[in-house]
């Protein structure tokens, strides 16, 4: 991640992948960052201002795509790293947490998801599929989603019960049972793990996170 510093022509090209002086110039503007240019073929490049700490960590660190709303994008990464229960929620309810958090258009479980997967690219995080938890969620009113942890032999049975009842009753009918059994419907997760080969990254993430929340 690019530092307040100075840095030769080389390092910058290195860093921010593009020899076009005035491709380096759009990107540094649009991660928030100021600069200062001396000299012009063999030039230096000194950082002054970092405006977005978050934004440049998951642009260059992470890459996630600039059009992002990084502001979204944090209020998820603070619940991920810094409360530990929410790591183990299914999206849907990641996604209702976010909505209740104040977000006036909060993200979709689906782009919740997105966003958890950019951890995982690059090896930040893992997630053990052989160590889960299990829910029931059930809709609430306003789009929100309700979760109860369940046990694995209920999330079990729930889907014994869909597909032994699927041939003879159909999908929905079978699926209303496997519904009223488990209490809603059965979802598991993957738990979310940190990569220790990460951790002063993680814990430069956490701290840019805890910066923005604890003034």
């Known amino acids: 991640?690019?530092?307040?510093?100075?840095?030769?022509?080389?390092?910058?090209i290195n860093i921010l992948g593009t020899e076009d002086r005035q491709g380096i110039k759009r990107k540094l503007d649009g991660y928030g960052v100021e600069y200062i240019i001396d000299g012009w073929r063999d030039y230096t490049l000194t950082i002054t201002a970092i405006n977005d700490p978050f934004k440049l960590f998951c642009i260059t660190i992470l890459g996630i795509p600039a059009q992002a709303d990084f502001n979204k994008v944090k209020t998820l990464y603070y619940h991920l790293f810094c409360c530990p229960e929410f790591a183990t929620k299914p999206y849907e309810v990641m996604?209702?947490?976010?909505?209740?958090?104040?977000?006036?258009?909060?993200?979709?479980?689906?782009?919740?998801?997105?966003?958890?997967?950019?951890?995982?690219k690059i090896d930040f995080v893992a997630f053990d599929r052989e160590d889960c938890s299990y829910y029931a969620i059930q809709k609430r009113k306003g789009?929100?989603?309700?979760?109860?942890?369940?046990?694995?032999?209920?999330y079990c049975t729930g889907w014994h019960i869909y597909w032994e009842y699927k041939e003879c009753e159909g999908t929905d009918a079978a699926y209303y049972r496997m519904f009223n059994y488990v209490g809603g419907h059965?979802?598991?997760?993957?738990?979310?793990k940190p990569n220790a080969i990460y951790l002063n990254e993680i814990n430069q993430l956490i701290d840019i996170l805890t910066d923005e929340y604890v003034k």
């Open 1 to 12: 991640m690019l530092e307040l510093r100075t840095y030769t022509k080389d390092e910058i």
């Open 95 to 120: 996604a209702s947490v976010l909505k209740e958090e104040g977000e006036k258009d909060p993200p979709s479980s689906k782009t919740v998801s997105k966003w958890v997967a950019y951890l995982g």
């Open 143 to 154: 789009g929100l989603r309700n979760c109860t942890e369940i046990s694995k032999e209920t």
């Open 186 to 192: 059965p979802c598991r997760k993957a738990k979310m």
